[in-house]
């Protein structure tokens, strides 16, 4: 099965509860699924996993796999790896995200890597997270919310990766916020104006239960596009 790039419109969109939630689902189907985040920024945890990111997609995912080999690179400031090496002096390695992309992608049959921010966030001073999908050579799924002003964030997402060449598997609409657009609205507009398929939408998440995620990603997202 082909590994999918998790990225969004901006950071906060979702994409760790989305990729949760597909990673519990498509392991509750029977496939044997990695995750990684190969860049992770922001307050260290003081247990376990440094990235309370990589500490909810392991659990979800239920993976033994070492801290190192799903998170190569952490920086402690709530930042783009292209910023925290010019504030902290330490060079992001993409070498490392990508051998160990690699290494995953032996161990798993599929392998959902979660990105970091939005679609043009730096690692370095030319080199994106668009380079690093165009670089892993698979599609991105593209995680974008309701709230007012996600039109335009997510057209210049979509416009972006086009730029860049990577196939977009489709975009899911993460609706969590209270005062955003309509659903059956925002999939027909964003639809017809990033002719993208639509995958489907993601309610607000009370309980991350694996129960929990399960029924509710079974039940609102177009499984059989994500995975054809
Ligand atoms: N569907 C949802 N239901 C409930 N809360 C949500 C949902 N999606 C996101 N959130 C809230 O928004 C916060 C940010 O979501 P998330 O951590 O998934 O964003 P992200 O895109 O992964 O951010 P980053 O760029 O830092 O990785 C979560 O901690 C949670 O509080
Ligand atoms: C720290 C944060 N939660 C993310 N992990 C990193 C977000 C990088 C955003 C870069 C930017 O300002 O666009
Ligand atoms: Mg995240």
Redesign the pocket.
């Known amino acids: 099965m082909k590994s999918l790039f998790i990225s969004?419109t901006?950071?906060?969109?979702?994409?760790?509860?989305?990729?949760?939630?597909l990673a519990v689902t498509l392991r509750k189907m029977g496939v044997d699924v990695g995750v990684m985040?190969p860049f992770?920024?922001?307050n260290a945890q003081k247990k376990g996993f440094k990235s309370?990111?990589v500490e909810?997609l392991a659990n979800a995912a239920q993976v033994s796999d070492s801290e190192n080999l799903l998170n190569p690179q952490f920086f402690p400031i709530?930042a783009s790896p292209y910023t925290a090496w010019m504030n902290l002096k330490v060079k992001p390695q993409i070498n490392s995200a990508i051998s160990n992309f690699k290494t995953l992608s032996k161990i798993h049959s599929m392998v959902l890597v979660?990105?970091?921010?939005?679609i043009m966030?730096p690692i370095l001073k030319n080199y994106f997270v668009v380079d690093l999908i165009k670089e892993m050579r698979i599609p991105a799924v593209l995680?974008t919310?309701t709230k007012v002003g996600t039109v335009n964030h997510t057209i210049m997402t979509v416009q972006m990766c086009r730029n860049y060449k990577i196939p977009i598997k489709g975009i899911i609409i993460?609706?969590?916020d209270s005062d955003g657009y309509k659903i059956r609205e925002l999939t027909r507009d964003l639809k017809s104006l990033t002719q993208v398929p639509i995958l489907g939408s993601?309610?607000?998440?009370?309980d991350m239960s694996d129960t929990s995620l399960y029924r509710i990603f079974k039940k609102n997202l177009d499984l059989k596009l994500l995975l054809k």
């Open positions: 969004g901006d950071t906060d969109v979702g994409k760790t509860y989305v990729t949760a939630g985040k992770a920024a922001g309370e990111d909810i709530a979660e990105g970091m921010g939005g966030t995680v919310r993460n609706d969590f993601i309610p607000f998440i009370k």
